[in-house]
Protein backbone atom coordinates (compact mmCIF):
# COMPACT_ATOMS: atom_id res chain seq x y z
CA UNK A 1 0.00 0.00 0.00
CA UNK A 2 2.81 2.40 1.19
CA UNK A 3 4.43 1.18 -2.50
CA UNK A 4 2.11 2.35 -4.35
CA UNK A 5 0.90 5.41 -2.44
CA UNK A 6 4.85 6.10 -2.95
CA UNK A 7 4.81 5.56 -6.76
CA UNK A 8 1.93 7.14 -7.32
CA UNK A 9 2.94 10.41 -5.53
CA UNK A 10 6.60 10.77 -6.47
CA UNK A 11 6.01 10.32 -10.25
CA UNK A 12 3.99 13.87 -10.23
CA UNK A 13 6.89 15.54 -8.14
CA UNK A 14 9.60 14.65 -9.76
CA UNK A 15 7.90 15.57 -13.25
CA UNK A 16 7.48 19.15 -11.48
CA UNK A 17 11.46 19.52 -10.27
CA UNK A 18 12.64 18.57 -13.51
CA UNK A 19 10.10 20.79 -15.02
CA UNK A 20 11.32 23.67 -12.87
CA UNK A 21 15.18 23.25 -13.28
CA UNK A 22 14.26 23.14 -17.20
CA UNK A 23 12.12 26.27 -16.85
CA UNK A 24 14.75 27.92 -14.36
CA UNK A 25 17.53 26.91 -17.32
CA UNK A 26 15.79 28.42 -20.13
CA UNK A 27 14.90 31.45 -18.93
CA UNK A 28 18.30 31.80 -17.40
CA UNK A 29 19.83 31.57 -20.89
CA UNK A 30 17.01 33.45 -22.46
CA UNK A 31 17.84 36.73 -20.08
CA UNK A 32 21.91 35.96 -20.41
CA UNK A 33 21.39 36.10 -24.01
CA UNK A 34 20.04 39.35 -24.07
CA UNK A 35 21.84 40.91 -22.12
CA UNK A 36 24.78 40.06 -24.41
CA UNK A 37 23.21 41.43 -27.35
CA UNK A 38 22.04 44.54 -25.53
CA UNK A 39 25.80 45.32 -23.22
CA UNK A 40 28.00 43.15 -25.55
CA UNK A 41 30.20 44.30 -28.53
CA UNK A 42 28.84 41.80 -31.07
CA UNK A 43 28.60 41.77 -35.14
CA UNK A 44 25.38 43.34 -35.71
CA UNK A 45 23.22 44.01 -39.08
CA UNK A 46 22.54 47.40 -40.19
CA UNK A 47 19.57 48.99 -42.95
CA UNK A 48 19.85 48.14 -45.90
CA UNK A 49 19.19 50.51 -49.06
CA UNK A 50 16.94 49.37 -51.30
CA UNK A 51 16.89 51.11 -54.76
CA UNK A 52 12.58 51.00 -54.98
CA UNK A 53 11.81 51.40 -51.31
CA UNK A 54 8.04 50.93 -52.12
CA UNK A 55 8.68 48.00 -54.22
CA UNK A 56 10.86 45.28 -53.15
CA UNK A 57 10.78 41.30 -52.71
CA UNK A 58 12.83 39.39 -50.38
CA UNK A 59 12.85 35.25 -49.54
CA UNK A 60 12.46 33.68 -45.87
CA UNK A 61 13.94 30.46 -45.25
CA UNK A 62 13.55 28.31 -42.12
CA UNK A 63 15.39 25.67 -41.01
CA UNK A 64 18.57 25.46 -42.98
CA UNK A 65 20.33 22.55 -40.90
CA UNK A 66 23.38 23.25 -41.83
CA UNK A 67 25.69 20.60 -41.29
CA UNK A 68 22.96 17.61 -41.65
CA UNK A 69 21.92 15.39 -45.07
CA UNK A 70 19.01 16.93 -44.75
CA UNK A 71 20.25 19.98 -44.55
CA UNK A 72 21.94 20.76 -47.95
CA UNK A 73 19.22 23.20 -49.56
CA UNK A 74 20.30 26.26 -48.97
CA UNK A 75 22.69 27.74 -51.66
CA UNK A 76 20.19 26.18 -53.75
CA UNK A 77 17.46 28.15 -52.29
CA UNK A 78 19.70 31.11 -52.10
CA UNK A 79 20.18 31.18 -55.69
CA UNK A 80 17.08 30.65 -56.70
CA UNK A 81 16.19 33.61 -54.35
CA UNK A 82 18.91 35.83 -55.75
CA UNK A 83 17.89 35.01 -59.31
CA UNK A 84 14.03 35.88 -58.81
CA UNK A 85 15.24 39.06 -58.19
CA UNK A 86 14.98 39.05 -54.40
CA UNK A 87 16.82 41.72 -52.65
CA UNK A 88 18.15 40.11 -49.48
CA UNK A 89 16.89 36.63 -47.58
CA UNK A 90 15.88 36.37 -44.02
CA UNK A 91 16.47 33.02 -42.32
CA UNK A 92 14.54 31.95 -39.36
CA UNK A 93 16.54 29.78 -37.27
CA UNK A 94 17.81 26.90 -36.90
CA UNK A 95 20.37 28.01 -39.28
CA UNK A 96 23.04 25.16 -38.49
CA UNK A 97 22.24 21.58 -37.36
CA UNK A 98 24.15 21.35 -33.66
CA UNK A 99 25.55 24.61 -33.44
CA UNK A 100 29.23 23.50 -33.93
CA UNK A 101 31.74 25.86 -35.39
CA UNK A 102 32.63 24.17 -38.90
CA UNK A 103 28.35 24.17 -39.39
CA UNK A 104 28.24 27.91 -38.52
CA UNK A 105 30.79 28.80 -40.44
CA UNK A 106 29.62 27.14 -43.75
CA UNK A 107 26.25 28.71 -43.08
CA UNK A 108 28.03 31.75 -43.36
CA UNK A 109 30.24 31.54 -46.59
CA UNK A 110 27.44 29.51 -48.43
CA UNK A 111 25.45 33.04 -47.96
CA UNK A 112 28.09 35.09 -48.88
CA UNK A 113 29.19 32.80 -51.63
CA UNK A 114 25.79 33.00 -52.99
CA UNK A 115 26.15 36.73 -53.80
CA UNK A 116 22.59 37.72 -51.62
CA UNK A 117 22.36 39.42 -48.30
CA UNK A 118 20.89 37.42 -46.00
CA UNK A 119 19.75 37.76 -42.21
CA UNK A 120 19.36 35.31 -39.42
CA UNK A 121 17.47 34.60 -36.45
CA UNK A 122 18.54 32.11 -33.85
CA UNK A 123 16.98 28.61 -33.33
CA UNK A 124 17.30 26.42 -30.25
CA UNK A 125 19.47 23.72 -33.00
CA UNK A 126 22.52 26.89 -33.29
CA UNK A 127 23.19 26.24 -29.72
CA UNK A 128 22.71 22.61 -29.25
CA UNK A 129 26.64 21.91 -29.26
CA UNK A 130 28.30 24.71 -29.27
CA UNK A 131 26.60 27.21 -27.33
CA UNK A 132 26.13 30.58 -27.42
CA UNK A 133 29.61 31.31 -27.18
CA UNK A 134 29.62 29.99 -30.72
CA UNK A 135 26.95 31.49 -32.25
CA UNK A 136 27.77 34.59 -30.32
CA UNK A 137 31.31 34.90 -31.89
CA UNK A 138 30.61 33.74 -35.37
CA UNK A 139 27.12 35.17 -36.24
CA UNK A 140 26.63 38.13 -33.78
CA UNK A 141 23.88 39.12 -32.37
CA UNK A 142 20.64 37.35 -32.33
CA UNK A 143 18.31 39.80 -31.08
CA UNK A 144 18.39 42.99 -33.52
CA UNK A 145 16.20 45.52 -35.69
CA UNK A 146 16.77 47.00 -39.32
CA UNK A 147 15.49 48.75 -42.05
CA UNK A 148 15.09 48.07 -45.54
CA UNK A 149 12.98 50.19 -48.00
CA UNK A 150 9.77 50.86 -46.34
CA UNK A 151 9.79 48.04 -43.63
CA UNK A 152 11.22 47.43 -40.43
CA UNK A 153 12.53 44.11 -39.68
CA UNK A 154 12.64 42.86 -36.23
CA UNK A 155 14.78 39.23 -35.20
CA UNK A 156 13.93 37.84 -32.13
CA UNK A 157 15.81 35.39 -30.03
CA UNK A 158 13.48 32.21 -29.15
CA UNK A 159 16.40 29.86 -29.16
CA UNK A 160 15.08 28.41 -25.61
CA UNK A 161 11.45 28.51 -26.76
CA UNK A 162 11.10 31.98 -25.08
CA UNK A 163 10.83 35.70 -25.44
CA UNK A 164 12.02 36.79 -21.51
CA UNK A 165 10.14 39.74 -19.99
CA UNK A 166 13.35 41.88 -20.92
CA UNK A 167 13.51 41.00 -24.24
CA UNK A 168 9.67 42.27 -24.68
CA UNK A 169 10.07 45.04 -23.09
CA UNK A 170 13.18 45.58 -25.85
CA UNK A 171 10.24 44.65 -28.52
CA UNK A 172 7.68 46.90 -27.21
CA UNK A 173 10.72 50.41 -26.87
CA UNK A 174 12.08 49.09 -30.49
CA UNK A 175 8.59 49.04 -32.12
CA UNK A 176 8.02 52.87 -30.05
CA UNK A 177 11.14 54.17 -32.01
CA UNK A 178 10.23 52.47 -35.37
CA UNK A 179 8.47 55.32 -37.98
CA UNK A 180 8.39 52.96 -40.94
CA UNK A 181 4.94 51.47 -42.28
CA UNK A 182 5.68 48.17 -42.60
CA UNK A 183 6.56 45.50 -39.79
CA UNK A 184 8.06 42.29 -39.86
CA UNK A 185 9.08 40.33 -37.21
CA UNK A 186 11.43 37.05 -37.36
CA UNK A 187 11.92 34.55 -34.70
CA UNK A 188 12.03 30.73 -34.99
CA UNK A 189 9.43 29.73 -32.34
CA UNK A 190 5.72 30.21 -33.69
CA UNK A 191 2.85 31.28 -31.95
CA UNK A 192 0.52 29.34 -34.46
CA UNK A 193 1.43 26.79 -37.08
CA UNK A 194 -1.47 27.06 -39.38
CA UNK A 195 -4.70 26.80 -37.16
CA UNK A 196 -3.38 24.55 -34.86
CA UNK A 197 -1.27 24.98 -31.93
CA UNK A 198 1.24 22.53 -31.07
CA UNK A 199 4.17 21.31 -28.94
CA UNK A 200 6.29 23.66 -31.84
CA UNK A 201 5.24 26.29 -29.87
CA UNK A 202 6.48 29.20 -27.61
CA UNK A 203 6.08 27.48 -24.47
CA UNK A 204 4.50 29.70 -22.33
CA UNK A 205 0.60 31.19 -23.41
CA UNK A 206 1.21 34.13 -21.13
CA UNK A 207 4.28 35.36 -23.37
CA UNK A 208 2.20 34.38 -26.15
CA UNK A 209 -0.51 36.53 -25.19
CA UNK A 210 1.49 39.47 -24.51
CA UNK A 211 3.36 39.20 -27.92
CA UNK A 212 0.08 39.04 -29.96
CA UNK A 213 -1.01 42.00 -28.44
CA UNK A 214 2.10 43.87 -29.42
CA UNK A 215 1.60 42.86 -32.79
CA UNK A 216 -1.60 43.58 -32.77
CA UNK A 217 -0.85 47.27 -30.63
CA UNK A 218 1.85 48.17 -33.45
CA UNK A 219 -0.04 47.16 -36.24
CA UNK A 220 3.26 44.73 -37.66
CA UNK A 221 2.06 43.08 -40.62
CA UNK A 222 3.72 39.30 -40.30
CA UNK A 223 5.56 37.47 -37.88
CA UNK A 224 8.12 34.82 -40.42
CA UNK A 225 8.65 31.94 -37.59
CA UNK A 226 9.90 28.41 -38.53
CA UNK A 227 10.76 25.54 -35.72
CA UNK A 228 8.23 23.35 -37.81
CA UNK A 229 9.33 21.84 -40.88
CA UNK A 230 6.85 22.86 -42.96
CA UNK A 231 4.21 26.20 -43.89
CA UNK A 232 1.55 27.13 -41.75
CA UNK A 233 -0.15 30.71 -41.46
CA UNK A 234 -2.80 32.06 -40.30
CA UNK A 235 -4.13 35.84 -39.35
CA UNK A 236 -5.20 37.26 -36.21
CA UNK A 237 -5.78 40.46 -34.70
CA UNK A 238 -4.16 42.18 -38.15
CA UNK A 239 -1.15 40.29 -38.23
CA UNK A 240 -0.49 37.26 -40.75
CA UNK A 241 1.37 34.37 -39.30
CA UNK A 242 3.63 32.01 -41.00
CA UNK A 243 5.91 29.61 -40.62
CA UNK A 244 8.28 28.67 -42.99
CA UNK A 245 10.70 25.89 -42.13
CA UNK A 246 10.88 23.34 -44.86
CA UNK A 247 14.35 24.50 -46.28
CA UNK A 248 15.71 21.16 -45.64
CA UNK A 249 14.91 17.55 -46.96
CA UNK A 250 13.68 16.67 -42.96
CA UNK A 251 10.14 17.26 -43.46
CA UNK A 252 7.24 17.18 -41.18
CA UNK A 253 4.60 15.22 -42.49
CA UNK A 254 2.67 16.20 -45.46
CA UNK A 255 4.79 19.49 -45.86
CA UNK A 256 7.29 19.61 -49.17
CA UNK A 257 10.90 21.49 -49.45
CA UNK A 258 10.77 25.10 -49.61
CA UNK A 259 10.88 28.58 -48.88
CA UNK A 260 8.85 31.66 -49.19
CA UNK A 261 9.06 34.72 -51.16
CA UNK A 262 7.60 38.04 -49.99
CA UNK A 263 6.90 40.72 -51.87
CA UNK A 264 6.18 44.60 -50.64
CA UNK A 265 4.03 46.57 -52.53
CA UNK A 266 3.76 50.02 -50.64
CA UNK A 267 1.87 48.74 -47.31
CA UNK A 268 0.81 45.42 -49.16
CA UNK A 269 2.91 42.23 -48.67
CA UNK A 270 2.25 39.42 -50.31
CA UNK A 271 2.94 35.71 -50.14
CA UNK A 272 4.29 33.38 -52.64
CA UNK A 273 5.65 29.52 -51.51
CA UNK A 274 8.53 28.68 -53.72
CA UNK A 275 9.29 24.64 -53.98
CA UNK A 276 12.73 23.13 -53.85
FE1 LIG B 1 14.52 22.78 -37.28
Given at each position: ??????????????????????????????????????????????????????????????DTHIGSSGGALMARALQMSKNDGDSF????????????????????????????????????????????????????????????????????????????????????????????????????????????????????????????????????????????????????????????????????????????????????????????
Open positions: MTKIRGVKFFAPISIIIIYLACTNIQTGQTTQRFYDNINGNLRTYGDLTITTPTSFSFSAMGAVIAGDDSNTGIESELLTFLSQISDSGLTAFPAIGNHDIFFGGWANYKRIIGRSIYSLNAGNTHFIFLDTANGAFGEDQLHWLTDDLNRNTLPNKVVIMHFPIYIGEFSSLYKISSDEEATIFKNIMHKFGVNLVISGHYHGYGEKFIGGTRYIVTGACNNILDIGNRSGYVKVTVSGTDLSIRQIEL
